[in-house]
């Protein structure tokens, strides 16, 4: 049988329909492989968060518990804290809950015959649509609606210049989400194109002689995904921060 890579390459990285729910109001709800892939990380996270803080707020530390406290300090201390001041504090659980469903979705990714939920743009602009409404909720909560429509300019403005310059404000709220949407959704679909391309050269070629490197090159993109998965989680929480900071606090 002759070997296809594009269909390879769809097989693994589009999505695909398992099943549906029964309707809801006419509305079809079929689930797909990244939506299981989304569901077991919520399992996962729930599984992993509800006893660690039990455990926490109990005073019972051990291994589990101390290793997430640090990517919790980590978070808190090296990004919330620095890019919203001290009263990024109190929306830390968003950024905690971003962070860590983004990696969880990125390590999935990469088990044998799972799927990368994050490959899929559909995915990740819903995550930059969180953020998108985290920016101007918390603008407009924290300044007010007028102060924050007039801190979308910069101060000192020229009048004359304020119906150009509102338009290209809005439309930079907006490009922002869509730069967190295409970043995490390119790099992490990038990464399985790679692996694959390197695995399909062994059918491309059709020779056993070319599989060892094919494979070593492979393994190497793979440990590099690894890293890749904690990197995309670590910039789009990183960068959500920022864009958010921005809005509760121009002059911070």
Known sequence: MEFNFTQMLEHHLLDHVYFRLP???GVSL?????????WLSGVLLTALFVPVAMAARAGRPNTIVSLVEIFVLFIRDDIVVPNMGPAGRKHLPYFLSV????LFCNLLGLVPFSATATGNIAVTGALALCTFVMI???????????????SLVPPGMPVWLLPLMYP??????????????????ANMIAGHIVILSFLGLIFLF???FIAPASVAAALAVFLLEIFVAFLQAYIFTLL?????????????
Do not use: W
């Open 168 to 185: 290209i404000e809005i439309l930079g709220l907006v490009t922002k989400s869509f730069a967190l949407c295409i970043r995490l959704f």
């Open 240 to 252: 959500s921060a920022i864009f958010i900071g921005g809005a509760v606090s121009p002059q911070h």
């Open 30 to 38: 079929p689930v797909s492989k990244h939506v299981l892939v989304m």
């Open 206 to 208: 059709g020779t056993i």
């Open 99 to 102: 962070f860590f469903f983004i």
């Open 23 to 25: 309707d809801i109001f």
């Open 136 to 150: 101007n909720v918390l603008g407009i909560r924290e300044q007010g609606f007028g102060h924050y429509i007039k």
